[in-house]
């Protein structure tokens, strides 16, 4: 007969929404959240599967939720989504806003006189 070694049953990892949740970029809190376990237990967890730990997997996992949404943001472009082709040219292209000051021939200077010995005024 096998002896009890008591205490609580290892946690058993859904890889399947943890990969989701990785590729949507969500920290280790939040899918240990989604999981409804500890952070703490989540990254040991890993660690024991041979994974290195949740900073590991997370490395190994999140490219492909970058790529899907880089892939998304040029489709937009490419459909005429003005804003993202403004910004997808500031990103890749080094293409910025200039903001131009004229300074107006007639303006007068402004003057501002401090007198640090003056009475102060209610």
Request: proline letters at 2%; charged letters at 30%.
């Amino acid at each position: 007969m096998a002896k009890n070694k008591g205490g609580r049953p290892k946690y058993e990892i859904d890889y399947k929404t943890l990969l989701g949740l990785c590729k949507l970029q969500c920290t280790g809190e939040e899918c240990a959240a989604v999981l409804e376990v500890d952070y703490d237990t989540l990254n040991n967890r890993l660690k024991e599967d041979g994974e290195g730990g949740f900073s590991d997997f997370f490395k190994k996992h999140s490219a492909g939720g970058r790529a899907s949404l880089r892939r998304r943001q040029f489709k937009a472009a490419d459909d005429g989504n003005v804003t993202m082709l403004i910004w997808l040219g500031k990103q890749y292209l080094g293409q910025t806003d200039r903001m131009e000051q004229k300074q107006d021939e007639d303006a007068l200077p402004i003057e501002v006189n401090f007198n640090v010995n003056a009475p102060l005024e209610d």
